[in-house]
């Protein structure tokens, strides 16, 4: 954080006090030799923070109280000795190189760092153009294809080759949506302008609705829902919550086998949430789980279609409520996302009414 | 028997073409405005049987000709809204439509909502009796069957189920719920009403966990359904 100058002088002002003060009470002990290099430590100190007035000021604040208060005879700034001469002239050059080349490094420090910063988010953004241009483009590219050969009334199709074109646009269409969707939820992530929508959530409905909803659109997993009996209702945003376990089930599906079995289990652990999913799979590569929940991070080599923000938005989202999640491959096979989340919790649910 | 009239306002040509097409298909008349005014106008003079209303037109919102319809059309209006915009819903919502659709939407689902807006239409408000699939609602006798059995339900539950069943098909808030339960100035929070939707689903859902009846609609409220 920094300092507004007005700010900064007035500090300058009250340390090179504080400590010529502190300095005068100790002087018989120190002599005045001491004193110099204390007050030069200071001026070193005020320069590895401050900008370059408050730094100049120091420099020469310090160099004129060492020499009235300090240098005799003292309190004038008259200089007896030659010598003490040439020790005033060396110390207020000293202060002052000193600081001003401090000053000057800090500066050529931050200039780097935002360079590096900006060469970050430059490839940053030429990953997401990548992978994006694949990712909207593919299936952009089989709606036209396909609306193509429906419309050219040459072309003799038989009915099987008819559906399968529109099945095509189809899952092309609902492809692109999901991406969009990502895409969206990315930079409401992004933004910083994400507020949670909190609601009391009925786990039990709330997971069999995932469920059903899942289903809907991808009918050849199967899910296995394990439930603790007794959960109280939980205050959470269903809306992200609904999208992340969306992201997690069709990363399961994306990279799990032609059948996959995926298996949820839901409880409490230490008060939190505690939401376990995993998958028949081929698990992870052990050294590219720390980076799963990268932004754009993809498995190298997967065929599988996707823009590397599935799991990134999930980690968001969980991160929104304050939670948690793992990857860890199973010892039987497969792999497993460990969530938590704590999250206010209400028990009338468990209550007799009436 | 005669077509029944959908009143379309929607500023996107490509959507009006496409819903012209569909409902059509599905032997409906279509009549379609572009602005929020214009469709005021048609309304009142076509008095259509469900309007379908997209919520960012170009010269009034959507919400703006909601409140101006809550004062004389008692139709169904389903709006079209896009995702993650659930204050929206909620807010249109209260001011007087009866469903919402978010595009993108499947043509199912849209000729569903439509055919139950109006049946609702035609359902008497004051009827005494309510029969939806195998469950049966007597209010005089203040009994519900299921499959012939009686079921044992709480004064809460009850009310609940003959609030869902005088508005079937139709989306009900949070607040529009816990306002007619629990009254005005209610301080009750959701979390009652999700106990008592969750131990009514167990009594009149054959699988409460695939609910066929109460349907949640997340951050918004509750769709009963026949």
Redesign the interface.
């Known amino acids: 954080m920094k300092l507004k100058l007005s700010h900064q002088i007035s500090l300058v002002l009250a340390s090179v006090g504080l400590c010529s003060g502190i300095c005068y009470l100790f002087e018989s002990y120190l002599g005045y030799h001491a004193v110099a290099l204390i007050l030069l430590v200071l001026t070193s100190l005020i320069a590895t923070s401050f900008d370059i007035v408050p730094v100049v000021l120091a420099a020469t604040l310090s160099a004129l109280t060492w020499n009235f208060f300090f240098i005799p005879p003292r309190f004038t700034f008259h200089i007896s000795y030659s010598e003490d001469l040439l020790l005033f002239l060396l110390y207020f050059f000293i202060a002052l190189v000193n600081g001003l080349l401090t000053v000057k490094i800090r500066e050529a420090e931050a200039k780097a760092r935002d360079k590096e910063e900006k060469e970050v988010t430059i490839s940053l953004y030429n990953t997401l153009l990548n992978s994006l241009s694949h990712e909207l483009r593919t299936p952009i590219a089989t709606i036209i294809g396909a609306v193509d050969t429906l419309k050219d009334a040459e072309m003799s199709l038989n009915e099987d080759q008819k559906v399968s074109l529109f099945q095509g646009i189809e899952s092309a269409?609902l492809r692109l949506?999901q991406q969009v969707?990502n895409l969206?939820n990315m930079s409401?992530l992004e933004s910083g302008e994400l507020k949670l929508?909190l609601?009391?959530?009925?786990i039990?409905?709330?997971i069999?609705?995932v469920k059903?909803k899942f289903l809907g659109k991808c009918a050849t997993v199967e899910i296995q829902i394990h439930l603790v009996e007794g959960l109280p209702?939980f205050q959470l945003d269903?809306?992200l919550m609904?999208q992340l376990m969306d992201n997690l089930l069709t990363n399961a599906v994306q990279y799990g086998k032609s059948h996959p079995v995926i298996r949820i289990e839901v409880g409490m652990k230490n008060e939190q949430l505690e939401i376990l999913l995993s998958d028949n799979g081929p698990g992870f590569p052990e050294e590219h789980i720390p980076f799963v929940f990268d932004k754009f991070y993809r498995l190298p080599a997967s065929k599988a279609g996707g823009t590397g923000l599935g799991l990134s938005i999930v980690k968001g989202f969980i991160s929104a409520h304050q939670g948690s999640i793992e990857l860890n491959n199973l010892p039987v096979g497969g792999c497993q996302f460990s969530v938590l989340i704590p999250a206010p919790t209400?028990y009338?649910?468990l209550l007799k009414?009436? | 028997m005669n077509k029944s009239t959908v009143l379309i306002i929607d500023d996107e040509s490509s959507i009006q073409k496409l819903l012209q097409i569909i409902l059509e298909s599905h032997d409906f008349k279509v009549i379609q405005a572009t602005s929020g005014l214009e469709g005021l106008k048609l309304a009142a003079s076509h008095l259509p049987d469900v309007i379908l209303l997209d919520l960012g037109l170009p010269d009034i919102s959507g919400h703006e000709v909601l409140l101006q319809l809550k004062d004389w059309f008692s139709k169904s209006v389903i709006m079209l809204s896009v995702?993650?915009s659930?204050?929206d819903i909620v807010q249109a919502l209260d001011n007087g439509a009866t469903d919402y659709l978010t595009k993108?939407f499947r043509t199912g689902e849209l000729i569903a909502r439509i055919r139950a807006a109006i049946r609702r239409n035609a359902t008497d408000q004051k009827t005494a009796q309510w029969t939806f699939h195998q469950l049966r609602i007597d209010l005089v006798a203040r009994v519900v069957w299921k499959n012939d059995q009686v079921l044992k339900l709480?004064?809460?539950e009850f009310n609940l189920l003959v609030f869902f069943a005088k508005n079937e098909g139709r989306v009900l808030t949070h607040q529009q719920l816990l306002k007619e339960i629990w009254g005005v100035g209610s301080q009750m929070?959701?979390?009652?009403l999700?106990?008592?939707?969750?131990?009514l689903?167990k009594k009149i859902e054959d699988n409460?966990?695939?609910?066929e009846h109460l349907i949640?609609e997340?951050?918004v409220g509750y769709r009963f359904q026949a």
């Open positions: 269409s949506n969707e969206l409401r929508s609601d009391w959530v009925d039990e409905s709330w069999f609705s059903n209702l269903v809306g609904d209400s009338v649910n009414h009436e | 995702q993650n659930e204050n993108p709480t004064q809460t929070e959701t979390q009652y999700r106990v008592f939707v969750g131990t689903r409460p966990n695939q609910p949640t997340n951050g």
